[in-house]
């Protein structure tokens, strides 16, 4: 089993409340996105300057390939899962961040999750599922509650959760494989990969979404969550130019695709500023600008989460110089919330 650290941070309104969950129904997994930091690096980052820097945020346990740190009580929320009243799985309305358990995958200096920080994900998850009588299939993503790219891996490539089901089945000497479908409101939603003509739900619109963005366009319809002819034809476009079978099915095959397409897009779309920009009276605005904001908001530190657009703005002003303070924080840089040379190189090796 895992070496489990219980090293509580303390009770504040930003990182933990102090409210009491109202039962466990499930398990909502997570990575950190930030390469490099250990488990109890994050835990520090949540008892100092997560609090002073007044961001809301938190999950219950940090895993990496050393042991897991337990941050908050299993019993009280924690905030990893909730974002605009938001919650696309059904066992966990109205707010999965009272019935869930929220447990943060530590991510390696090249960007990846480790085998063994997998491995003791899933030995803590197992004991969590036996001592509250989950089944595997109550162990979902970020992703299918928010639907935030998170943990990246397992959204684009959703057979990893289901590896990581079956790994932690395995562990509790269950034979069965669990179900990928079912459990919640709208069977689509789950990790089930194949979608066609009649699919409707909110996976179906994820994917109209995706078309949309990779140059498939719905004019008609656009992302309305129903796969009709329009979509069938949006994915045949995709299938034609990938070069695979052209049946206006979306499955493994058309996923990969998507996935190329996407991945040489990004690789464009990030494009970054080579000055310096810091807050300066009058503020520094513009393109450039709103690109880092972009840049950083992609890696999940975003200039204000709470406003609109996430406070991606074009501005240059205390929020932005915040969110870079907090990504140098966390990258290793000196932290003085000065975009420059330094600042840049890390976010391109991390977005591209
Ligand atoms: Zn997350």
Redesign the pocket.
Known sequence: MVKVVKNFVKINQYTRPGLKLSGVKGIVM?WTATPGAPALNERNYFNGTCIADKRYASAHYFVDRKEAQQIIPENEVAY?AHDRNRCYVSFLKPNANTKAIGVELCVEKNGKIHSETLQNAAELVADLCKRYGLSTDKIVR?YDVTN?N?PAPWVSDSSQLTAFRKKVDSLLGNKTISKTTASTSQPSKSTGTILKKGSSGSKVKALQKRLIAAGFSLPKYGADGSYGNETVQAVKSLQKKAGIAVDGIYGPATEKALQAIEAKKKKSSYKLPSDIYKVKSPMMKGTAVRQIQEALAALHFYPNRNAKNHGIDGYYGPDTADAVRRFQLMNGLSADGIYGPDTRAKLEALLN
Do not use: F
Request: proline fraction near 0%; hydrophobic fraction near 0%; include cysteine.
């Open positions: 997570h990893h970020h935030k998170c």
